[in-house]
């Protein structure tokens, strides 16, 4: 069993890409760090029922980095 998630670098607070609004900042800054929590629950919760997850920055998926991002969690 796999899940897979694609995480958008804006909602799920990406280290690399993810940014801060100026406008209603408190707001966003919450609304980031619900869905940070929440990512992290999921996947605790379907590890724990036996699944592999696994999540993918939304910058991960341009062509140039598709073998990469797959040889990350393929096997040979």
């Not at 760090?33 to 341009?62: A, F, M, S, Y």
């Amino acid at each position: 069993k796999l899940a897979v998630f694609v995480d958008g670098c804006f909602w799920h607070g990406c280290p690399r890409h993810g940014t801060q609004p100026k406008s209603n900042a408190a707001f966003w800054r919450q609304k980031i760090l619900r869905n940070k929590n929440r990512d992290r629950l999921v996947t605790r919760t379907l590890r724990k029922q036996g699944w592999n997850v696994l999540r993918i920055w939304e910058h991960e998926l341009r062509k140039n980095r598709i073998e990469a991002l797959l040889a990350r969690f393929l096997p040979d």
